[in-house]
């Protein structure tokens, strides 16, 4: 299974992933980034800076996926548990 690896892009510069997730394929991987920025968009104020970049295992970007813009979660939007098997929430809203 392939490795993908999302770093942060500020102002200040480019943040690393050093640890990657396994994904099912470059779909996967994109639906993890519009999740992850989704989620981001909850938490934080001002994003208008920041993007997520997608890398596969050789370095190599695949995406770049902006925290401005409008969503673009679709049907991966995450959600929060309250416990591990209770009903699921919308992450915000």
Do not use: K, N, W
């Not at 920025?37 to 104020?45: G, K």
């Not at 890398?55 to 979660?73: C, H, I, K, N, Y």
């Amino acid at each position: 299974m392939p490795r993908y690896f999302f770093h942060l892009q500020t102002s200040r510069g480019l943040r690393r992933d050093g640890i990657g997730l396994e994904l099912d394929g470059p779909q996967a991987a994109r639906d993890v980034a519009r999740a992850a920025v989704e989620t981001s968009r909850c938490l934080c104020q001002d994003l208008s800076d920041c993007s997520l970049h997608v890398a596969d295992e050789g370095g190599r970007t695949l995406m770049t996926v902006p925290f401005t813009g409008p969503s673009q979660a679709g049907p991966a939007r995450p959600v929060r548990r309250a416990e591990p098997d209770g009903p699921t929430q919308p992450a915000c809203g």
